[in-house]
């Protein structure tokens, strides 16, 4: 069994080392499990979560707050 090459979603750059990879977050996939996200252990600490995906919760959060009287 050959080991799957990741790539850091921080930089872009493929994750040589196994050692050195770190599982950031999960995406979920529209017909399937989804993916593991991947970044290099320096970057952990700087991959985001994306800004459209924040911004829809958000909008979905306050639509619900708003609607329930709270």
């Not at 750059?13 to 950031?24: H, K, L, Q, R, Y």
């Not at 993916?35 to 919760?57: G, K, M, N, Q, Y």
């Amino acid at each position: 069994m050959t080991a799957s090459l990741h790539i850091c979603r921080y930089c872009d750059s493929p994750i040589t080392d196994p050692d050195d990879a770190v599982a950031v977050a999960h995406e979920l996939g529209m017909s399937g499990p989804g993916w593991t996200v991947w970044a290099h252990s320096e970057h952990a600490d700087l991959v985001v979560p994306d800004a459209d995906a924040v911004r829809i919760l958000a909008r979905v959060l306050i639509t619900r707050a708003l609607a329930s009287g709270d």
